[in-house]
Nanobody, 125 residues
Framework: DVQLQASGGGSVQPGGSLRLSCAASGVSLDAYAIGWFRQAPGKEREGVICTGYSGRSTYEEESVKGRFTISRDNANNMFYLQMDNLKIEDTAVYYC??????????????????WGQGTLVTVSS
């Protein structure tokens, strides 16, 4: 069974930083595409940043470009979302996800099979 455990959410002021972590088990992460998604209250879950197993192709949602970075530690089956210069509109539940297949340039929830449970990020002053 593939299991993902997201952590690292919390409350932060605008301009602050957080790093989310996703621990994967039941999968060799180096062969999988990874992604972070978020769902704000009353909104659909949207792709934030996704990348294939090689890291050569990465999708970034327009509003997070230059502020969010995805990275992975294949040896420890972990991946991360570094979020800098957080804005109030980044407030959401963040989910990590993996899939064996990655479609270049896309970061759609329908393309990812395995999901973590979500971690809440609140940005407020």
């Amino acid at each position: 069974d593939v299991q993902l455990q997201a952590s690292g959410g919390g409350s932060v002021q605008p301009g602050g930083s957080l790093r989310l972590s996703c621990a994967a088990s039941g999968v060799s992460l180096d062969a999988y595409a990874i992604g972070w998604f978020r769902q704000a209250p009353g909104k659909e879950r949207e792709g934030v940043i996704c990348t294939g197993y090689s890291g050569r192709s990465t999708y970034e949602e327009e509003s997070v470009k230059g502020r969010f970075t995805i990275s992975r530690d294949n040896a420890n089956n972990m991946f991360y979302l570094q979020m800098d210069n957080l804005k109030i509109e980044d407030t959401a539940v963040y989910y990590c996800a993996v899939d064996f297949v990655y479609v270049d340039g896309l970061c759609a929830k329908a393309l990812f099979t395995h999901w973590g449970q979500g971690t809440l990020v609140t940005v407020s002053s």
